[in-house]
């Protein structure tokens, strides 16, 4: 699996090509060298959140990919559960 960090400018450009880069790999999308979006396929979604249990975790995992965020995602009142699409 590939990462792509482009400019939120470079997105507005051509938000397809970043859809397309996105089969391959998350695309971070940065504001002045922050990241302030992941675009990522549904299926790679997915699979994170099976594989890590919390989206928390998987924001964490994330952002250590992304090289320096940290997210606190051990919490002692973690409420989230499954969404239920029923």
Not at 61 to 71: K, V
């Amino acid at each position: 699996m590939t990462e792509l960090n482009i400019t939120s400018a470079e997105f507005d450009h051509d938000p397809g090509a970043v859809m397309k880069a996105a089969e391959q790999g998350p695309v971070f999308i940065t504001e002045d060298g922050v990241p302030t979006y992941v675009v990522t396929t549904f299926e790679h979604y997915m699979d994170s959140l099976a594989k890590s249990g919390r989206m928390g975790t998987t924001l964490a995992e994330l952002g250590r990919a992304f090289g320096g965020l940290n997210l606190d995602t051990e919490s002692e009142n973690d409420l989230s559960e499954p969404a239920d699409f029923s």
